[in-house]
């Protein structure tokens, strides 16, 4: 069968909305014939690809007609909203033939902007935003397609939001790859900072969203509460620079820039002692999935305020990881106490690597998936 995965993959940035379509493309390559349709496609080794350059919906409705016309798709698999808008629309205006269409959504973006409206900094232009993602992503659930959803809370949201008992909405979050659970044999990036403990913040600037910009002043908060502990406790950003950062930062506090390098990205998250997610509750903190996931693979203690663990309900608090309310206070002080007993905490970590390799792979995944789109096609014959 011939899949054509529609996204907004951007190899120029590959974290975030990069991490889905790349890694469940990668591997459901090894059961269907795959063409990924992105803005940036170039970092796609496994199959056709087509980059579209543009964010517009015009771009991705011509883009998406001349990809069905060559490639012929049996399956068209729309992520998040634009991709899904215009896959929508160009099956609407007519296709030579009739591919299966699925759709996935990533996160329900009409609840992430309801959550931040009221601290928005423009009020009425958040509000227009939201209008319009609850009405493009309205259009897709009413269209009865199927619907993957990354992890519960989307699948329960799309119920909640639009009213609607959807036949069709199925659950599959996201994983990790091969390379975060069987990497090993670099050199300590922070051996400048030891013998503290290095607490690593994974936070790359992202398109339009806020989520890691508040992660990153939480950290700065967590830090400034932390001064006097250095000896025992560095934090490390990951992803970028402190450029646009005004304030002055303290000293038990670095910013690693972009990595380019996967190996460099990786010895940075398996020489970390801590993964840290500091999400305040306005951020709605979607991506933290992935950045969890990552730490637990690296046999990280993780330490999360609520919202950062949103969407991985299987993790137990105490069991798996750790999770202090959502201030930079309660972060601070759970973070001071894990250090100074590290020792007491190191078989969570093992407890949930080992339900990471169990059952939060990118194959695991996408086998789930494969499963969805199939019976998609056997219905659309």
């Not at 659970?181 to 600037?205: E, H, M, N, S, W």
């Amino acid at each position: 069968m011939r899949l054509l995965i529609v996204s907004t993959l951007d190899s120029k940035e590959p974290f975030g909305a990069f991490t889905r379509p790349f890694y469940l493309g990668l591997y459901l390559s090894k059961q269907f014939d795959v063409c990924q349709l992105g803005l940036d496609c170039s970092a796609v080794h496994y199959g056709k690809a087509v980059s579209v350059g543009s964010r517009g919906l015009g771009a991705y409705l011509r883009a998406l007609r001349q990809c069905v016309a060559d490639f012929q798709p049996d399956i068209i698999y729309a992520q998040e909203t634009l991709p899904g808008v215009a896959a929508l629309l160009a099956s609407k205006l007519g296709f030579a033939q009739r591919p299966a269409l699925v759709f996935d959504f990533h996160t329900l973006s009409a609840f992430e902007y309801w959550t931040r409206l009221p601290a928005a900094p423009n009020r009425l232009q958040a509000l227009k935003q939201l209008t319009k993602t609850y009405v493009a992503q309205g259009s897709l659930v009413l269209s009865g397609r199927p619907i993957i959803a990354a992890g519960t809370p989307v699948a329960e949201g799309i119920a909640a939001w639009y009213g609607v008992s959807h036949p069709r909405v199925h659950s599959v979050g996201n994983g990790v790859p091969e390379d975060l659970l069987t990497f090993a044999g670099a050199d300590d990036p922070y051996q400048r900072l030891r013998p503290a403990k290095v607490a690593a913040v994974i936070a790359p600037k992202t398109f339009q969203f806020p989520s890691n910009d508040m992660s990153v002043d939480m950290t700065v908060a967590i830090a400034k509460r932390l001064a006097a502990h250095k000896e025992t406790i560095q934090f490390v950003v990951i992803g970028r620079d402190a450029d646009n950062l005004s304030e002055p930062l303290p000293d038990n506090l670095s910013f690693a820039g972009f990595l380019p390098s996967r190996r460099d990205f990786l010895a940075h998250l398996h020489h970390a002692d801590v993964g840290l997610l500091p999400f305040p509750k306005a951020a709605v903190a979607g991506g933290a999935r992935n950045k969890a996931l990552d730490y637990l693979a690296c046999q990280k203690l993780v330490i999360s305020t609520p919202e950062g663990m949103r969407g991985l309900e299987a993790f137990e608090p105490g069991q798996h990881l750790l999770v202090s309310a959502d201030s930079a206070e309660a972060m601070a002080e759970t973070l001071l106490a894990t250090c100074q007993n590290f020792e007491d905490y190191r078989p969570l970590a093992e407890t949930a690597f080992q339900l990471v390799k169990r059952e939060y792979s990118w194959q695991a995944m996408a086998e789930k998936v494969a499963v969805i789109l199939k019976t998609a096609a056997d219905r659309s014959v």
